[in-house]
């Protein structure tokens, strides 16, 4: 009896067994698993292909297998000290790693050979290198010099809001807060939301001129940012209420919040406000042709109505 349960306890799992793997379809490599495998077979076939070995580096560190990485870019600058992706590649790695002497390294050849050719103002390759270099000057703490390189860098393209962001930091360590205040209001431009950073630097510079309206408005959307509603709300309503010369950027701020929260009456209702502050407000009038509201600058309450 027992001798008949276990044949019949046995087979019953090997049917399951056999019957899973019918059935089961294994997911195979990863696409960046079979982007990695395709690449390394290419530098096999044609190892003095540089552009296969981009490639493969490129994989690696897609696959966050960075001393890989790291080791083909390598090979490449053996065969052409010049070649710019690598040295980027490679200067990226190496700031992650800590080693910011070979990093800086890495982005002076290209800034150094690049910075007086033809196409150098208009140069993203030589912006990207110059924007690091300031970057790993301000973590040094040589702000002086970090101002250089991203002055360099935002000549190439003045709206890159992570050069403006790092100028305003470096001005604002370097004891120039008016400046910092300039540079990381444009920082905020481009990228308005969801970036937390420059609202808390903000706050700081604003507090150093001894503005305590502006570092207010700074502190309440740094708030909103680290998903802090209730305080943001609290700080900005303040503004509003007393009339501050910061009242429409207070009002905005309080029309974005809406705007997450999905509550566009609500959102609508302070963009009109703003109108009745600044009829031409570029801001509110998009965004309020973006909710399906036609501009009048009408509105006169405090509060959304």
Known sequence: MRLGVLVLVVGVLAFAGIYYQDQHVSAGPSMIDR????????????????????????AYQSAKRMDDALAQYKVILQADKKNRTALLGS?????????????????????????KGEFAAADPQLEEAHYFLGSILVTQGKNKEALTELGAALKIDKTDSDALYLMGVAQLKAGQPLLAVSALRQALLFVPTGW?????????????LGSAIQATYASGMADFCHKKPADAKRKLTTLITN??????????????????????TEAVSWY??????????????SSLSRLGVTPTGSSTTQGPS
């Open 35 to 58: 982007q990695t495998q395709s690449a390394e077979a290419a530098v096999k076939k044609a190892p003095n292909n540089i552009g296969a070995r981009l490639e493969l580096a490129g």
């Open 91 to 115: 200067g990226r790695i190496l700031i992650a790693e800590g080693d910011l002497k070979a990093a800086s390294a890495a982005y002076h050849r290209i800034t150094d050979i690049s910075a």
């Open 196 to 208: 937390c950073e420059p609202y808390s630097q903000l706050a700081l510079a604003y507090g150093k």
């Open 243 to 264: 009339k501050s010369p910061v009242a429409v950027d207070a009002l905005l701020g309080l029309a974005l919040m809406a705007e997450t929260e999905s509550n566009n």
């Open 272 to 285: 009109k406000q703003v109108l009745t502050l600044d009829r031409t407000n570029v801001s509110a009038i």
